[in-house]
């Protein structure tokens, strides 16, 4: 098992944060720390929005082993347990694979939830069009880009999805915007799906109850039960069947995706936000063959055990 400590996250200014990642692993006997800068990215700015390294130390004397850029690892990692909370969510009429944002997640989602899932259509919406339409030509296979999110996330399959989203103040286009504006990847999990011809119910799933974290740094999502979310489809099942795990101690402040925008603002904390307790689940029965293994986890205790120079 992993045993991962307290993760912390530390502001300089508004809208820059580091934050720090260590766990254990028992099994892999390997003691590791991730660092992870994430800036708003300024227009004018070639770096990416989130830089990460991973450091490794040896667990028998604490020296530090290796180095490793830690691009990869939060790209694929982040991307398989959207996969993970999808798995498990996912009704199995789902079709349509929407995508919102066409930054790096995007395209890592993109990259694993084609391979995993079925789906016949996937359509995409980014704040800058341009980059939208780069992402969509540079990967396999068709990628719709739509103008507004509204159509991406609502497209013109389901009517009543649609007069659902106008019913529901908080899901029109103004509260749509201001969630992407600020986290535009965020909505992908749970907005992701629609089942053609499928008879739509909401289901009820919780209510956005926010509250400060312990440590005062942002807000998490509560789930109870009791408004439908327009945004969630048939065949869902009920949450408390699969998200009973406790939160992973130090992460509260992470949980439910949107705690804190960029701008350093507290923002509401949407329902589609809340699969991201699943990063919480800790033994998941997911067949070895259904995710694929990235090299820098399957050589991690090797690299601890004989560290090459090139990681030092
Ligand atoms: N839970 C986790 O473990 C992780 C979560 N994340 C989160 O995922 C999200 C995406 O990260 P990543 O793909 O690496 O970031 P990128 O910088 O690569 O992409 C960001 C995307 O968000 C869009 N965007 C940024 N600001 C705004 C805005 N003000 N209004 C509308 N759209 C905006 C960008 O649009 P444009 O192309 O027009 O600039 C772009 O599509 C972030 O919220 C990040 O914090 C990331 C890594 C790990
Ligand atoms: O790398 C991660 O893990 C991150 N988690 C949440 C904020 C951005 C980076």
């Not at 991973?54 to 790209?75: E, H, K, M, N, Q």
């Not at 694979?97 to 993109?110: D, T």
Request: with cysteine.
């Amino acid at each position: 098992p992993t045993a991962p400590g307290s993760r912390s996250l530390f502001s300089t200014l508004s809208a820059r944060f580091l934050g720090v990642m260590p766990a254990y692993s028992a099994a892999d006997d390997a003691l590791t720390t991730k660092l992870v800068t994430f800036y708003e990215r300024r227009g004018d700015s070639a770096a990416p929005s989130h830089q990460a390294t991973v450091l490794l130390f040896d667990p028998r004397c604490g020296s530090l082993r290796a180095v490793l850029d830690g691009s990869v690892i939060t790209a694929k990692r982040t991307a398989a347990v959207s996969a993970i909370a999808t798995k498990l969510l996912m009704p199995r009429s789902a079709e349509v694979l929407c995508i919102l944002g066409a930054g790096v997640q995007a395209r890592s989602h993109y990259e694993i939830f084609m391979e995993l899932f079925p789906f016949t259509e996937v359509r995409l919406w980014n704040r800058s069009e341009q980059r939208a339409v780069r992402l969509a030509s540079s990967v396999g296979g068709a990628v719709r880009v739509c103008g507004t999110a509204r159509e991406a996330v609502v497209g013109e399959l389901n009517e009543r999805v649609g007069r659902d989203l106008k019913d529901h103040q908080e899901y029109d286009d103004t509260y749509l915007t201001q969630q992407l504006s600020l986290k535009a990847e965020r909505l992908l999990t749970c907005s992701a799906f629609q089942s053609r011809g499928e008879r739509y119910q909401s289901p009820p799933l919780g209510t956005r109850q926010q509250h400060q974290s312990r440590d005062g740094l942002g807000w998490k999502a509560a789930l109870r039960p009791s408004r439908p979310n327009p945004l969630l489809y048939a065949g869902t099942p009920p949450i408390a069947q699969v998200a009973h795990s406790p939160i992973q101690p130090g992460l509260e402040c992470f949980q439910a995706g949107g705690i804190h925008s960029l701008t350093g603002q507290p923002v509401p904390v949407s329902h589609s936000l809340t699969v991201k307790n699943f990063f919480l689940i800790p033994s998941l029965n997911l067949r070895s063959s259904s995710l694929k293994p990235f090299p820098l986890t399957l050589s991690l205790p090797a690299l601890i055990k004989s560290p090459s120079p090139s990681f030092l």
